[in-house]
């Protein structure tokens, strides 16, 4: 067991996160009527690495069958058991300005397993609203609420001069995963996983990209 732990420790973030890439990637050869696939047709049909594919599953299992590949629907079964998307989460969402009222009408969330149950705002005009089935609580009450309800995931949408103050709530609440949109760093405990969506870094890069092909050409 503890060999098991360790093992588990000394898996690569990267190979988790590429794990929901292989994951969508199942579900699209499943929409298609593929039932079986080998780690180069999925290397080649999604520019993926054939061998990065094989590494990373070999973290969690043996998974293929020789000469044959992988069933892509057991699989896809034993990625989303790996991913904890076997069960539904819910989640509470920190922020109702423009961006976080978009993520609360993104439906993709319960698609893929994960409700938002609760949202919070400092807007006196927002607080006590229902938004679809979403209530609206005030930021003072984080701590209580999502205790009650055992929430432990939550996405932070507020401005970057707020996102300290609101992440130390959600970790004096017993969260333990947090999806940052505040353009900043968290400061948490070892415990608690941040990961962080930064658009202006992502747009940036991109701004890289398109200026060096405008150079080549």
Not at 185 to 205: A, G
């Amino acid at each position: 067991m503890k060999s098991q732990r360790l093992a588990r420790h000394r898996i690569p973030e990267r190979a988790i996160t590429r794990l929901s890439i292989y994951l969508r990637c199942l579900e699209e050869l499943l929409a298609d009527g593929t039932l079986a696939v080998s780690s180069q047709q999925l290397a080649n049909r999604f520019g993926l690495n054939s061998a990065q594919v094989r590494k990373d599953l070999a973290y969690f299992g043996q998974f293929g069958v020789r000469g044959l590949g992988y069933y892509t629907g057991e699989l896809k079964g034993n990625l989303e058991r790996i991913l904890g998307l076997t069960q539904q989460w819910e989640v509470a969402l920190v922020g109702l300005g423009n961006l976080g009222s978009a993520l609360l009408n993104y439906r993709g969330f319960q698609q893929r397993g994960f409700r938002l149950a609760a949202a919070f705002d400092n807007d006196a005009g927002k607080v006590g609203m229902r938004i679809g089935r979403v209530p609206v609580f005030d930021v003072e009450r984080i701590v209580p609420i999502l205790k009650r309800r055992r929430i432990k995931m939550a996405v932070i949408a507020v401005p970057a001069a707020a996102a300290q103050a609101v992440t130390d709530q959600l970790v004096a609440a017993g969260v333990n995963a947090i999806l940052n949109f505040a353009p900043t760093q968290l400061s948490v405990p070892k415990r608690v996983k941040v990961q962080n969506v930064d658009l202006s870094v992502m747009l940036k890069t991109l701004s890289f990209y398109t200026t060096r092909s405008a150079r080549a050409s």
